[in-house]
Nanobody, 125 residues
């Protein structure tokens, strides 16, 4: 099992920045990909970004490219999501996810088998 704990959410204004953190514990040696998803009220959970746990590969949703950056610190078993130029449309609960599965479906929620409890990000206009 892998446990994930997110932190860093909050209330900010449009144009501000936030950095989310996701600390992983447990069988982290089994992790292949870590990602961030978000879910706004009344909407489906959507992919935001993902990063390989052992290599340089990253992927982003088109809606956040150029504004958000995913990174990791393997020594701390932590993944970060730096969010710049935040917009009201970014308001959502952000979830950290990890998977021990291999494959290319990084943007699918079903690809991930471990999830955090979420952290709320609210962007006011």
């Amino acid at each position: 099992q892998v446990q994930l704990v997110e932190s860093g959410g909050g209330l900010v204004q449009s144009g501000d920045s936030l950095r989310l953190s996701c600390a992983a514990s447990g069988r982290t040696f089994s992790v292949y990909i870590m990602g961030w998803f978000r879910q706004a009220p009344g909407k489906e959970r959507e992919f935001v970004a993902a990063i390989s746990w052992s290599g340089p590969s990253t992927r982003y949703a088109d809606s956040v490219k150029g504004r958000f950056t995913i990174s990791r610190d393997n020594a701390k078993n932590t993944v970060y999501l730096q969010m710049n130029s935040l917009e009201p449309e970014d308001t959502a609960t952000y979830y950290c996810a990890a998977t021990s599965r291999t494959g290319a479906s990084w943007s699918l929620a079903s690809f991930y088998n471990y999830w955090g409890q979420g952290t709320q990000v609210t962007v006011s206009s």
